[in-house]
T-cell receptor
Framework: AQSVSQHNHHVILSEAASLELGCNYSYGGTVNLFWYVQYPGQHLQLLLKYFSGDPLVKGIKGFEAEFIKSKFSFNLRKPSVQWSDTAEYFCAVSPYSSASKIIFGSGTRLSIRP | EAQVTQNPRYLITVTGKKLTVTCSQNMNHEYMSWYRQDPGLGLRQIYYSMNVEVTDKGDVPEGYKVSRKEKRNFPLILESPSPNQTSLYFC???????????FGPGTRLLVL
């Protein structure tokens, strides 16, 4: 079955630390990939997405993600986090073969110490 | 302003009492979807709709119904709610399946 794994359930960092959140998916075909963010008390917003082309994707607020097809990964990175990055982050995959399934990971909660 | 709205935002009900959560979008999107969010499980897709009168099951459809009579509306119906349907529900829409989804503000449901 298709699935998305986010191995880090809760990450705690200090301000200015570098961030990398892992995302792996299990599907051998073509996919669209997304990272969404949910700030406390708010709804999900798109951070960035990958459909095709350059596998290094830049999103809002200084986030970027790299699609590594051979590793089935789409890790999210930010060189220097801020307290305002405290949120829950969701990776999502949309396989081309599936009519309309969009599969989300279980989420990673990021806590930033001021 | 482009948005997805959900009503109600908070709901407490009792087992077996039918309820409907409405979802409406003003972006003329064809694709709409319902998710539930539970701690440690992320978002799981309940139902989705590719267009008017076209709906299909997601990963966790049991206990839910949907309808898509108009493009802008996609209500979620719980015919006989049970406590295991206590959750945070999100509606989302996009131009099509492959595009960015816009999420509603969420509906927090408690079934006693």
């Amino acid at each position: 079955a298709q699935s998305v794994s986010q191995h880090n359930h809760h990450v705690i960092l200090s301000e200015a630390a570098s961030l990398e959140l892992g995302c792996n998916y299990s599907y051998g075909g073509t996919v669209n990939l997304f990272w969404y963010v949910q700030y406390p008390g708010q709804h999900l917003q798109l951070l960035l997405k990958y459909f095709s082309g350059d596998p290094l994707v830049k999103g809002i607020k200084g986030f970027e993600a790299e699609f590594i097809k051979s590793k089935f990964s789409f890790n999210l990175r930010k060189p220097s986090v801020q307290w305002s990055d405290t949120a829950e982050y969701f990776c999502a995959v949309s396989p081309y073969s599936s009519a309309s399934k969009i599969i989300f990971g279980s989420g990673t909660r990021l806590s930033i110490r001021p | 302003e482009a948005q997805v709205t959900q009503n109600p935002r908070y709901l407490i009900t009792v087992t077996g009492k039918k309820l409907t959560v409405t979802c409406s979008q003003n972006m003329n999107h064809e694709y709409m979807s319902w998710y539930r969010q539970d701690p440690g499980l992320g978002l799981r897709q309940i139902y989705y709709s590719m267009n008017v009168e076209v709906t299909d099951k997601g990963d966790v459809p049991e206990g839910y119904k949907v309808s898509r009579k108009e493009k802008r509306n996609f209500p979620l119906i719980l015919e006989s709610p049970s406590p295991n349907q206590t959750s945070l529900y999100f509606c989302a829409s996009s131009r099509d399946r492959e595009e960015t989804q816009y999420f509603g503000p969420g509906t927090r449901l408690l079934v006693l």
